[in-house]
Every structure is written in structure tokens, then in C-alpha cells.
């Protein structure tokens, strides 16, 4: 180079212009800032995927929560839906859960019983008797109540030693499980450690717990759901485990591993670190990513970053866009160094290319932001489907709604479309897809419905396509578009279209209905009316919309239904009677049914009308009101109008003062001119004879026809029986005339009653007819063809009778009647062979009453049978009881003689014995009256021989009062016969009823009866008895009649006198001695009658010469000489004491003579017993 050239370099290097300086200087700067901008670039995108990352992250662990508190959920309904959970069943639960898809890096599922101090005790034996001996409370200690780990399974391994943990022990379980029982929803702990922790793997755990009630407890306050629970279904999670597990989900690379940390509460504390995965930068600490979720209050905060994010930021681009610039920049500036002409050009192409790029990216962002956000708030699926040309099908995208149309992911259906075809309705699926192969042909828009049925939904679900098909160089078919849920619209339109078709058969069903139904506007004009109201009016279903009442009816009739009509539209309901003249003149009556219509606001918008043709329905009423008032036979006023009448003349007799009589007539002998001749025959006389009867009373009086043949008439202005007597016998005389029929001759006589009013006592107008048909009833009863004035006397009789009846109902109904046992026994062993149930009225008023004060007034009453009936059924009641204690004593009752001839008395008694299926046979005893058999023997044989073969004894009660009839003995089936008490009470001093009672032991014997004696008052009695050979009895001597409860201790108690036990029967040879105790037992009360008196007759009755007791002696003495030659020497003595009083009537109140003739008497007495051993 020459010194000149050399020279000439500098100084061009020197002169280089600034502005290329300048050039050079900014596209370094923008070099620079094109990397920055890439590396800042960079960054964004990876901080957005840690964002998006750390979303899904937190949203799939809350979740999770969700889905473990609604298993939990799950196990506190089993709880409450089970009368118990055994530990088996709690297992099984369990087990169930144990998959994939429910129970997932949890330590169990365990149940906490709530446990009060009070029943600490009993818990801890059930337990350890289902075979846990070393059971016990942890930790050890007495509290008011326990919170115990009763299930918790799996039951293996760290978890058996969980078994008893009182929960309610350690302060944070204890918060969470109290804010669970009080609000009702699942409740998690904060941060803690579990039991089952061992030192060499701990980590930081949370609980979560659901409270179990108790069912059917209400749930509605806190005070509620506190008393109603049972206990918490929980579960435990180690941190560690539970949130490794969700992040093992994701399949990061090395490099973009995320780093996590997860606090307890707001704040990132290190005290409140529940899980960490990697240390966490401070420096990088504001790169990083924070969430918040609130599960039922309990807070948890999550950060996350990378775990290396150096390696994460790729600065390739960031390198190269700084190298490129640069290398551009030499290159430009080297280009407008050459080309200084095209400096001005590079540089505003390089700013446009710059700008472009940087619109490009913004727009770039934009459109994926929007695209994300439009695809997840459309209610379905924004998706990328592709038919290949050999037919197969995928979708490359799918938004995440595919979950809500098909049930399932992006990835499943990614490759191969199947899983979503897989879940469409089959009935959908073959026009489905050929609407995809029509579509793919022209490529039209794709548009279809159709259903699916997700296994997780029970009712198929509706959707509706709408897609653009595209054709790739490869022959395949790509549809772009949206697949949303219609099922809400597909349901409006099958409700709007039963709505409508409803609608039709409704307006169908109105027109099948006789009566005329109509709408009208506010304005009166008619907007519908069914076919019987266009029959009416001669218009169609077209021609009446729009038309008012004067197009259709005459003005008057026009005028009174817009009447009408204007109050109903002021909002008034309507019933009203409307008289129409149809075209021919008729007269037609029509009950109008008017009310408001309103809309939803409750505005009037029209009438409702509904109009019955009610023509012949008041013909018929017209009808009726007739028949309500008259006879239709006879045409005279009926019972109805017959009782208006005779108030009104009661009034007017009570007004001014005067008196009428009421007249019953009933027709004799009329049911034989019906039975002889026929009912027409009968109809026949009953006209004529009213018509007769008419003419004969005056037009004041009222005639009336009651029902049948009887007839009734009010005569006003009688005041008297006389006054009344002719017309009387005038109605006596037209009833007796015979009535032609046929060639026939119809005679009948008429039985009158009469009464007046006013009477004494204030009487209802039925009443008067009741005194008058009474009346006639008793002139039937007098031989017919009369009449009879009513009696009030006999009246007054029969109410006081009802009255009485009436009382003793009352006393029923009010439990007032009351059964008492009087024992049986045989009197010589002490045996208790039975007890008679006797019934007694506890009146409120009269007190106790026995039954002779008020079965007198029931005698041949139906309520003879109720109480009846009632014994029966006290009494085996009763027998019932005793047989479950141990007690066999039979029980009699009395049946009276209306009872005996009821039909169904054995009948009642099988349904009775029923109920007491225990009872042995011969429990129950009948005890029978001899005169309530009389009126039919055949009959009471065979009611009483069905009830001996069901078990059931028959005795004759009262036996010697009535008949005696040895028929009795032969044909009714009684086993025993009750002598009468009326024959025992005086048998040791009447000889009549000493003869009587040895005839009746006699019969008894020969028939082969079983006797029992009633009456037995005194010692005397039994050994009298005993003699005779009579060993059962019954009376005050015994026992008196006892309460039920009473008879067992009297029972233990009761002995007989020793003096019974020692007899035995007499022979026969020896009965003439007993009978001469009982006629010298006469004698003395005869005497001591005659001491009392002191009258000479009496004592003239005692003389040997009528001494009763004298004659006896001597007709028996033939039987044995020496012994009652004895008795009548020691009886002379006692007359010769008695003749002196006879002639010195002076010395009767001696003493002394007196003391005499008893010692006599005793000795004579003393001597009969001796002879009798």
C-alpha cells in the first residue's frame, strides 16, 4: 500500500456519518431488547403453565376432600339407615370402597362412637366380649364424655392400636368433631400427628370427620343434632402420602417438576407446613404461585414453583434473536454503507417486521385466551371431529365439556371416537351416523338431535350437533363445531306438546258433557263454547267467537245475563235460576254457575260459565213437595203434613183457651183382606175408606194417613170425651161399612184412641200421637170395634218403666255393675267345688242394690240379655284368672228365661269359651230357673244338651220353687240340683220344708243328681244337712258372697266345723228321729210365741188335745215303741206346766215356770240328739 492509500483509511474512517454510528448503536439496542423480550417471553408462558399447573393441582386436591367427605357421607347414611352395624358389616362397607376409583393414599375409614360417661362401662364390656379382652380407653382418664375409635378399617397393621383412642381427648380432633355434630357437615382438623405414627416415618396428617345421628330424631337446631348423635364416620390422611398421590398424576419432565408446599391456615408459616416437596427458593420466591381453598372453614394455602427454574426458561430463542440481531445489524449497517439509498427503506421495514411480529403475538394470545374461555362456558363441547377416508373416527380436540355430553375425557376420544358412540342412545345411533356420512358427502352442515345414556345419569340426556365439514388433500372429512344439552328444551317440548294434546281431549271431553259450558272475554263476548251450548243457540264453533247474549237470545233474557255478567266480572261467583223460552214457546229452567277468570297477576280477564238444564229436575221437585205432604194412595195429608197441622192447632188452642182431640184409627182384620183378596183389593178399601172418612169430619178438622191402615185426625174444639163420642162412633160406623171389590164384600172394623189437649203436663205434638196410638192399642186390646180414652196413669207407669231401663243401660255403659263369688263346698271335707257369681249395682245414688231391685223392671227385656251376656263374660274371665294361678274352681252363673231361649245362646257361649282356649272342660255352669224352662222344654233340652257338649255344666237352680216337674229331672241334662234357700233358711223348725227338702233329696238320689243345698246360715244347718245325706252347701253359714280377689285367701283360711266333719249320713231307719227334732222344733217356736202373746188361744193351740206335735208322736210310735214312748213321757211333763198357765193365765210371766218348760224342751231336745248318736 502506498502512504497516500494509507493515509486515505483513517481519514474515511474519520468521516463515517454519525446517523451510520447511530444505525449501528440501535440495532444493537433493539438486538438487545428482541432477546429480552424473548427470554421475558419465556418466562410468562412458564409461569402461565405454573399458574394453570398449581389450578388444576389445588382444584384436583379440593376435589378430592369433596369426594372423601361425601364417602364419608356415604358411611354416616349406612349408619343411620341400619338398626346396628357390626363389625363385620362396617368390614364389608368398607371393603366395597376399597378400589381405584374411591379410597386413594388414605390411611382408612373409621367410625368414632360418641360414648357419655354414664355408659363408659357398658361400652367397654361390649367390646371386650366381642373378643378385644385387653380393650380399654386411651389416653386414661374420666370426661364427661368420650369420642372412641370403634371401626377402622383396614383393621391391619399401625391401625389396631387405634382401637379405643379417645378422640375427644386431644383439642384439635375435639374442635373439628364438635363443629361437625353441631353443623351437620363434614368438618377436617388442623394440622396434627396421627396415633399411628411411628418417629422413623412421621408426617404432618389432617382428619376429617361426618357426624352420624340417630334416625327418626328431628335435626333442625343445634340443641337437636347435639342430643341425636351417635357418632362420626372419619377418615385420616398423612399429607405426605395423600398429595404425593395427586401429584404422581402428572407426568412432568425433569425439568419442569413443580415444586409444592401446603400450609395450615392463611399464612405461610413453618409451624403450619403441612406438605413440601423441595425447598423453596426466597430468591425465586416471587415467581412462584399461591392458592387458597376453604373446606367448611378450614383454610389451606398452597404455593407452588419449580422445582429448577432456571432449567425450566428456555433462552435458545432469547440467544438467538440476540446473535441474529446483531449479525443483521453489521449486515445493514454494512448494506447502508453501500447503499446509503435503501437506508431509509431497511429501516422502516425492520420497524414494521418488528411491530407485525409484536401484533402477531399479542393477537396470537388473545385468540387462545378467548378460545379457552368461549370453550368453557358453553354448555357442552366445542370440538374437532375426523372421518378418515377408511372410515375410522376420532376427535383431535374436545374442550373438557366432552365429560358433561359423553361421560368421559379429551384423551379417550382423542384417537378413537368409540367411547363416545359407545354411551348414544341405540335407538339414536344408526340415523346418527348416517347423518355424518350424508354430511361428509356434500359437505353440508352438520345438524342433529339425539340422546345418550350416561351410566352416571338415570335419565337419557338430549343433544344437539351443529358442525362445518372440511375435505383434507388425504380424502378425509374434519368437522369443527359445538355439541350442547337440550334436554331441559327437548322436555319443554314434549310437556308443550301433552300440554296441547290434554288441551284437545279436555275441549273433546267438554263437549261429550251434557251440561252448556262457556267462556267470555271482559267484554262479554264469547271466546268458547262446548257443543251442547252451540246445540242451544243454533251457532257454530266459528260463528259464536266474538259474539254477546243479544246475538243469541231474546232482549229480556239478553238483559238479565248481562246482568249477571257484569257482577260476576267485578269479581262476584254467581248461582242463580234462569228462566228461557225456547223457539217452540217452552218454558226451560237453567241453573247458572257464573265465577271470575283471572290471569297470574290475579286480573279478571273473563267468565267462566256452566249452565244445567234443570226443567224437569223442578217438575220433579214440584213432584216431591206434593208427596212430602200428601198421601200418594189415599191423597190425604201425610205423617209430614199431619204434624204441621196439628203444632199450628196446639197453638191456636193454646191462644185462645180452647181444646182438641187427637184420634188414631187402625183398621182390624186388614192383613186378612190382603192375604184373602190381594193388595189391590186392600188399595181398593183404603181409598174408599178415606174418602168416607173425610165426609164424615168437618172441614176444620184434619184427616191424615199415617202408613198402612192406620189414620189419624185432629177435632178442634172438642173439649170433652162426651163432646167427641159422637163423632167417634160416626168414624167407628164408616170404618165398619163394607166395601164392594170385584163382586167382593169387604168388611174390616176400626180400634180408636183418643187423647186431648192441652193436658196437666206440657206435651210435644209426637207426644200427643203417642198417647193417642196407645190408646188405640188398648181398645185392640178390649176386642176391637171401640174406642179407648189414653190413660196418663198407665202412661206415667210405662215412662217410669223406660226410665228404669234406661238407668240400668246407663249403668252398664258406666261400669257400675259389679260380680261377687259365694263359694260351694262340700261341707264335710272342706272341699271348694265351685263359686256362684252374683251380680250387684253400685248406684251412685241408692247405693248398693241387689238383683231383686232392678231385674224385676228388665224382666222380658232385650237388655235382660246385655247384662246377661256381661256375666258370662266377667265370670269366664275370671275362671281365667284363677286357672292361671293354680286355682281349678269352676264358676255358675244364672241364665234367665229370655236367655234360655235365644237361638244363639250356645252360639255366643262356643265364641266366649274361645277366648279362653286354656280352661279346662266344666268350668262354666248354667244354672237354670225350673220356670224359665216351662214355655218350651224341647227347645231349652236341646240349647242345654249343645252346651253340655262343649264342655259346659247344667245345674237346676231354686229347685222346689216352680214345678218340680219330674220331667224336668228326666230331659234337661242337669248334674245338679240346687235345693232352694227359702226350703233350708227354716227347715230345723218346719216340718212342711223338712218334707219337702227330703222329697227333694229323694228325686235327686233316684235320678242320680248331685245336690247342693243354698241357704245354709248356721252350724245347725250343715249337720242337719250332713244327716241327711246333703254334703254340698252354700250360704251366709259358709261364706258370704266375696270379691274375686278375696275367695283365694278365704279359701286358705276356711275349715269346716268339727262338729261336720264328724257326721255321717242316718240310716233310714233312724229319719223318723230327725223328723221328730224338726216337728218338736215347731212346737217350741209355737210356744214361744204363745209366752210372748200371753193370749189364751194361743196357748189353747198348745193343749194336748191339738198339739201337733202330740198327734205326731202317736202316728209314728207303731215304728219304734220304746224310743217314742220315751219322747212322748218326756213331753207329757212339758204339757202339765203348760195346762197350769192354761187354767192360772196369772202365772204366764212367771219365770220360773217358764225356765221350767224350756229346761224340758231342751232336755227332749238333748235326748233326740243322743238316740241320733
Known amino acids: 500500500m502506498s502512504k497516500e492509500t494509507s493515509a486515505m483509511a483513517p481519514a474515511s474512517y474519520l468521516h463515517i456519518p454519525y446517523w451510520l454510528w447511530l444505525v449501528a448503536v440501535l440495532g444493537v439496542a433493539l438486538s438487545l431488547a428482541a432477546a429480552d423480550r424473548a427470554r421475558n417471553a419465556a418466562e410468562a408462558e412458564a409461569n402461565q403453565e405454573l399458574a394453570y399447573t398449581a389450578s388444576q393441582v389445588t382444584l384436583r386436591i379440593e376435589e378430592r376432600l369433596d369426594a372423601y367427605a361425601l364417602i364419608l357421607r356415604g358411611a354416616a347414611a349406612f349408619w343411620s339407615a341400619s338398626d346396628q352395624v357390626e363389625r363385620n358389616d362396617w368390614y364389608d362397607y368398607v371393603g366395597h370402597l376399597q378400589g381405584p376409583h374411591h379410597l386413594i393414599d388414605v390411611e382408612g375409614i373409621g367410625f368414632a362412637l360418641h360414648v357419655p360417661q354414664e355408659r363408659l362401662a357398658a361400652h367397654l364390656q361390649a367390646i371386650r366380649e366381642e373378643g378385644?379382652?385387653?380393650?380399654?380407653?386411651?389416653?386414661?382418664?374420666?370426661?364427661?364424655?368420650?369420642?372412641?375409635?370403634?371401626?377402622?378399617?383396614?383393621?391391619?397393621?399401625?391401625?389396631?392400636?387405634?382401637?379405643?383412642?379417645?378422640?375427644?381427648?386431644?383439642?384439635?380432633?375435639?374442635?373439628?368433631?364438635?363443629?361437625a355434630r353441631d353443623t351437620g357437615q363434614a368438618a377436617l382438623t388442623a394440622k396434627l400427628q396421627l396415633v399411628t405414627e411411628s418417629s422413623a416415618d412421621s408426617q404432618p396428617a389432617a382428619l376429617m370427620y361426618v357426624p352420624v345421628y340417630h334416625r327418626s330424631m328431628p335435626l333442625n337446631s343445634i340443641a337437636d343434632r347435639r342430643a341425636a348423635l351417635l357418632g362420626w364416620a372419619y377418615m385420616p390422611y398423612r399429607m405426605r402420602d395423600l398429595v404425593g398421590g395427586i401429584l404422581r398424576e402428572y407426568d412432568w419432565s425433569k425439568d419442569s417438576a413443580i415444586s409444592l408446599h401446603i400450609y395450615d391456615g392463611p399464612e405461610a408459616r413453618a409451624d403450619k407446613l403441612l406438605f413440601y416437596n423441595t425447598a423453596l427458593d426466597d430468591e425465586l420466591a416471587s415467581s412462584s404461585q399461591w392458592r387458597q381453598i376453604d373446606f367448611r372453614g378450614r383454610n389451606w394455602?398452597?404455593?407452588?414453583?419449580?422445582?429448577?427454574?432456571?432449567?425450566?426458561?428456555?433462552?435458545?430463542?432469547?440467544?438467538?434473536?440476540?446473535?441474529?440481531?446483531?449479525?443483521?445489524?453489521?449486515?445493514?449497517?454494512?448494506?447502508?454503507?453501500?447503499?446509503?439509498?435503501?437506508?431509509?427503506?431497511?429501516?422502516?421495514?425492520?420497524?414494521?417486521?418488528?411491530?407485525?411480529?409484536?401484533?402477531?403475538?399479542?393477537?396470537?394470545?388473545?385468540?387462545?385466551?378467548?378460545?379457552?374461555?368461549?370453550?368453557?362456558?358453553?354448555?357442552?363441547?366445542?370440538?374437532?371431529?375426523?372421518?378418515?377416508?377408511?372410515?375410522?373416527?376420532?376427535?383431535?380436540?374436545?374442550?373438557?365439556?366432552?365429560?358433561?355430553?359423553?361421560?368421559?375425557?379429551?384423551?379417550?376420544?382423542?384417537?378413537?371416537?368409540t367411547p363416545a358412540f359407545s354411551v348414544i342412545h341405540p335407538d339414536d345411533l344408526k340415523e346418527l351416523k348416517q347423518s355424518i356420512l350424508q354430511s361428509s358427502k356434500d359437505l353440508s352442515p352438520w345438524r342433529h338431535e339425539y340422546r345418550v345414556s350416561l351410566p352416571s345419569i338415570e335419565q337419557d340426556r338430549w343433544l344437539f350437533g351443529d358442525a362445518l365439514p372440511h375435505r383434507d388433500q388425504e380424502g378425509g372429512v374434519t368437522w369443527y363445531g359445538v355439541i350442547i344439552d337440550i334436554t331441559e328444551r327437548k322436555e319443554a317440548e314434549f310437556a308443550l306438546r301433552a300440554a296441547h294434546t290434554e288441551a284437545q281431549r279436555f275441549r273433546t271431553a267438554l263437549d261429550h258433557v251434557a251440561a252448556i259450558i262457556y267462556i267470555k272475554d271482559k267484554d262479554l263476548r264469547y271466546t268458547y263454547a262446548n257443543r251442547a251450548a252451540l246445540e242451544n243457540v243454533d251457532f257454530d264453533a266459528?260463528?259464536?267467537?266474538?259474539?254477546?247474549?243479544?246475538?243469541?237470545?231474546?232482549?229480556?233474557?239478553?238483559?238479565?245475563?248481562?246482568?249477571?255478567?257484569?257482577?260476576?266480572?267485578?269479581?262476584?261467583?254467581?248461582?242463580?235460576?234462569?228462566?228461557?223460552?225456547?223457539?217452540?214457546?217452552?218454558?226451560?229452567?237453567?241453573?247458572?254457575?257464573?265465577?271470575?277468570?283471572?290471569?297470574?297477576?290475579?286480573?279478571?280477564?273473563?267468565?267462566?260459565?256452566?249452565?244445567?238444564?234443570?226443567?224437569?229436575?223442578?217438575?220433579?221437585?214440584?213432584q216431591l213437595e206434593y208427596l212430602a205432604h200428601y198421601d200418594a194412595l189415599t191423597e190425604l195429608p201425610n205423617r209430614v203434613f199431619f204434624a204441621e197441622r196439628l203444632e199450628q192447632a196446639m197453638l191456636h188452642e193454646d191462644r185462645y183457651g180452647g181444646r182438641l182431640a187427637v184420634v188414631y184409627l187402625d183398621l182390624d182384620n186388614f192383613k186378612e183382606i190382603n192375604d184373602r183378596y190381594g193388595h189391590e183389593a186392600g188399595d181398593h178399601l183404603l181409598i174408599t175408606l178415606a174418602h168416607r172418612l173425610r165426609q164424615v169430619t168437618r172441614e176444620t178438622d184434619t184427616l191424615a194417613r199415617l202408613g198402612g191402615d192406620e189414620f189419624v185426625a185432629v177435632l178442634v174444639g172438642q173439649h170433652t170425651l162426651e163432646e167427641a163420642e159422637p163423632m167417634l162412633r160416626r168414624l167407628l160406623r164408616v170404618a165398619a161399612q163394607p166395601v164392594s171389590y170385584e163382586g167382593n164384600l169387604l168388611k174390616v172394623s176400626a180400634s180408636i184412641g183418643v187423647t186431648f189437649y192441652p193436658q196437666d203436663e206440657p206435651l210435644e205434638a209426637d207426644q200427643l200421637l203417642r198417647q193417642a196410638d196407645q190408646a188405640m192399642y188398648q181398645a185392640k186390646l178390649a176386642g176391637k170395634g171401640r174406642f179407648q180414652l189414653f190413660d196418663p196413669e198407665h202412661d206415667r207407669s210405662m215412662r217410669s218403666l223406660h226410665r228404669e231401663l234406661d238407668r240400668v243401660e246407663q249403668g252398664l255403659d258406666k261400669s257400675e255393675f259389679f260380680l261377687l263369688y259365694q263359694p260351694k263346698v262340700n261341707m264335710r271335707s272342706g272341699e271348694l267345688i265351685g263359686a256362684e257369681a252374683l251380680l250387684r249395682w253400685q248406684h251412685p245414688e241408692l247405693g248398693l242394690l241387689l238383683p231383686g231391685q232392678y231385674l224385676p223392671f228388665i224382666e222380658g227385656h232385650s237388655l235382660m240379655e246385655t247384662l246377661g251376656d256381661w256375666v258370662l263374660r266377667e265370670a269366664l274371665a275370671q275362671a281365667a284368672k284363677w286357672h292361671q294361678a293354680g286355682l281349678e274352681i269352676p264358676v255358675s252363673?244364672?241364665?234367665?228365661?229370655?236367655?234360655?231361649?235365644?237361638?244363639?245362646?250356645?252360639?255366643?257361649?262356643?265364641?266366649l269359651l274361645k277366648l279362653y282356649p286354656e280352661l279346662p272342660s266344666g268350668r262354666l255352669e248354667l244354672e237354670v230357673l225350673e220356670t224359665g224352662a216351662l214355655e218350651d222344654l224341647a227347645l231349652v233340652t236341646d240349647l242345654l244338651n249343645t252346651c253340655v257338649r262343649m264342655g259346659v255344666s247344667v245345674s237346676l237352680d231354686?229347685?222346689?220353687?216352680?214345678?218340680?216337674?219330674?220331667?224336668?229331672?228326666?230331659?234337661?241334662?242337669?248334674?245338679?240340683?240346687?235345693?232352694?234357700?227359702?226350703?233350708?233358711?227354716?227347715?230345723?223348725?218346719?216340718?212342711?220344708d223338712f218334707k219337702i227338702l227330703l222329697g227333694i233329696l229323694g228325686m235327686a238320689r233316684a235320678f242320680e243328681r248331685q245336690v247342693i243345698a243354698e241357704g245354709v246360715e248356721t252350724i245347725e244347718h250343715g249337720k242337719l244337712l250332713l244327716r241327711l245325706g246333703c254334703e254340698f252347701g252354700q250360704g251366709f253359714g259358709i261364706a258370704k258372697p266375696m270379691p274375686a280377689e278375696s275367695l283365694p285367701a278365704w279359701y286358705q283360711e276356711w275349715r269346716p266345723p268339727p262338729s261336720w266333719a264328724e257326721l255321717s249320713p242316718i240310716p233310714s231307719n233312724q229319719m223318723p228321729l230327725i223328723a221328730a227334732a224338726v216337728e218338736h222344733g215347731a212346737w217350741r217356736r209355737q210356744l214361744k210365741r204363745a209366752l210372748h202373746s200371753g193370749e189364751p188361744h194361743e196357748f189353747t193351740l198348745l193343749e194336748s188335745a191339738h198339739c201337733r206335735f202330740c198327734d205326731w208322736l202317736q202316728r209314728h210310735k207303731e215304728r219304734n215303741i220304746s224310743v217314742f214312748e220315751q219322747l212322748i213321757k218326756k213331753h207329757s211333763e212339758s204339757h202339765k206346766l203348760i195346762d197350769e198357765l192354761v187354767k192360772e193365765p196369772r202365772t204366764v210371766n212367771d219365770s220360773s215356770r217358764q225356765q221350767a218348760i224350756e229346761a224340758l224342751c231342751d232336755g227332749l231336745d238333748e235326748h233326740i240328739e243322743n238316740l241320733l248318736g
Open 301 to 417: 394455602l398452597f404455593g407452588f414453583n419449580y422445582r429448577d427454574p432456571h432449567a425450566v426458561l428456555d433462552q435458545t430463542e432469547a440467544w438467538l434473536i440476540l446473535f441474529g440481531g446483531l449479525i443483521l445489524t453489521f449486515l445493514l449497517c454494512a448494506l447502508i454503507a453501500s447503499l446509503q439509498g435503501t437506508r431509509v427503506r431497511a429501516q422502516r421495514m425492520s420497524e414494521e417486521l418488528s411491530e407485525t411480529i409484536q401484533q402477531r403475538e399479542i393477537q396470537l394470545e388473545k385468540a387462545i385466551t378467548r378460545l379457552q374461555t368461549i370453550a368453557s362456558r358453553i354448555p357442552g363441547m366445542v370440538y374437532e371431529f375426523r372421518l378418515e377416508a377408511n372410515g375410522h373416527m376420532s376427535f383431535p380436540f374436545a374442550s373438557e365439556g366432552i365429560s358433561h355430553v359423553y361421560g368421559g375425557t379429551p384423551e379417550t376420544v382423542r384417537h378413537d371416537a
Open 132 to 179: 378385644f379382652d385387653d380393650y380399654t380407653v386411651q389416653p386414661a382418664g374420666i370426661r364427661s364424655s368420650y369420642a372412641l375409635v370403634h371401626y377402622l378399617e383396614p383393621f391391619k397393621g399401625p391401625n389396631r392400636y387405634v382401637l379405643g383412642y379417645d378422640m375427644f381427648s386431644e383439642p384439635v380432633r375435639r374442635a373439628a368433631m364438635e363443629q
Open 893 to 911: 252363673v244364672n241364665i234367665s228365661a229370655r236367655q234360655l231361649h235365644q237361638l244363639d245362646l250356645a252360639g255366643r257361649i262356643e265364641e
Open 542 to 622: 266459528e260463528s259464536i267467537i266474538g259474539r254477546v247474549d243479544k246475538d243469541l237470545f231474546p232482549k229480556d233474557t239478553a238483559d238479565r245475563l248481562s246482568a249477571i255478567d257484569r257482577r260476576v266480572i267485578t269479581g262476584q261467583h254467581n248461582t242463580e235460576e234462569v228462566v228461557i223460552r225456547d223457539s217452540d214457546g217452552n218454558r226451560r229452567v237453567y241453573l247458572e254457575l257464573k265465577t271470575p277468570m283471572r290471569d297470574n297477576a290475579g286480573e279478571i280477564v273473563g267468565i267462566l260459565g256452566i249452565s244445567s238444564e234443570i226443567t224437569q229436575l223442578k217438575e220433579h221437585d214440584r
Open 958 to 992: 231354686d229347685f222346689g220353687t216352680g214345678y218340680s216337674s219330674l220331667t224336668y229331672l228326666k230331659r234337661l241334662p242337669a248334674s245338679t240340683v240346687k235345693v232352694d234357700q227359702s226350703f233350708v233358711q227354716d227347715v230345723l223348725d218346719a216340718p212342711e
